[in-house]
């Protein structure tokens, strides 16, 4: 399972605009940023992130060329780039939604991006709020009643 972030813009014209600007984030590492990272930051105009890309490939291989490295450990340094892509990837997205003025509306763990989506919109009761499905968090605490959280009694209850 993988935690999607939901974001949304913040004053929509109605319902179906929510819907349809609403985005979803994966959390976490980005495989295609970490294979191909300055296309997909090129894609996603990610402007400043292309440009600490690219003052880190260039770092990185005028220090490969300096320094008496072997084959391998060239190219684990020329792989430094790529890693910072593939980790800061999903975060540089997020902070450039942010700095457009759309609003984290929540979050989802979901499988694919489309079941992050069923989830989020199913969880929905009004277009207009976010409400939280009510479930315990434990066996326990659903079985136990109303007066117990998890195993333990509120204080002044019978025992």
Request: hydrophobic content about 45%; glycine content about 10%; charged content about 25%.
């Amino acid at each position: 399972m993988r935690l999607w972030t939901v974001h949304e813009p913040r004053n929509p014209a109605d319902t179906g605009e929510r819907a349809d600007k609403t985005i979803f984030v994966k959390d976490g590492f980005s495989w295609p940023a970490f294979i191909v990272p300055l296309p997909w930051l090129l894609v996603k105009r990610l402007w400043l992130g292309t440009l600490i890309y690219v003052l880190i490939a260039v770092a990185a291989g005028l220090a490969g060329s300096f320094l008496p490295l072997t084959g391998d450990a060239g190219t684990l340094l020329a792989l430094l780039a790529n890693l910072y892509a593939g980790l800061e990837g999903n975060d540089l997205v997020r902070r450039k939604l942010a700095r457009r003025g759309v609003v984290q509306a929540g979050s989802v763990l979901a499988r694919t991006r489309d079941e992050a989506e069923v989830l989020f919109f199913a969880g929905r009761e009004d277009a207009g709020e976010m409400s939280v499905p009510e479930r315990p968090h434990s066996r326990a605490a659903a079985r136990a009643g109303g007066d117990v959280l998890g195993l333990f009694p509120e204080p002044g209850s019978a025992r």
